[in-house]
């Protein structure tokens, strides 16, 4: 059973920056692709970025978030990271990192994986 652990969230101005890490728990987490989706109170989940497995190594992004966050990965320390910048108030909900090995390229589809963290709160002030 493969585990996720999300950390690096927490309070910040808008316009400052936050980088949100997801730890796994196999040494083959470079076979996964992995997304980020985010939850606000009294919305649905929705997808944020994707990261392919590094074969492959791209990236995808909401347009919400197109030119603001960057997906990278460090396969030595089984990690994907996702660097948010030029936050605002719209980016404050609980994030999650997912993983996939079957759909290695990925999804901005929920149910594309398997294996999801316990979330991290981010909370943009204004």
């Known amino acids: 059973q493969v585990q996720l652990v999300e950390s690096g969230g927490g309070l910040v101005q808008a316009g400052g920056s936050l980088r949100l890490s997801c730890a796994a728990s196999?040494?083959?987490?470079?076979?996964?692709?992995v997304g980020w989706f985010r939850q606000a109170p009294g919305k649905e989940r929705e997808f944020v970025a994707r990261?392919?497995?590094?074969?492959?190594?791209?990236?995808y992004y909401a347009d919400s978030v197109k030119g603001r966050f960057t997906l990278s990965r460090d396969n030595a320390k089984n990690t994907v990271y996702l660097q948010m910048n030029s936050l605002k108030p719209e980016d404050t909900a609980v994030y999650y990192c997912?993983?996939?090995?079957?759909?290695?390229?990925?999804?901005?589809?929920?149910?594309?994986?398997?294996?999801w963290g316990q979330g991290t709160q981010v909370t943009v002030s204004s």
């Open positions: 196999v040494r083959t987490f470079g076979n996964f692709a």
């Open positions: 990261i392919t497995w590094s074969a492959y190594s791209s990236t």
């Open positions: 997912a993983a996939s090995d079957t759909e290695r390229l990925g999804s901005s589809w929920a149910g594309a994986y398997d294996y």
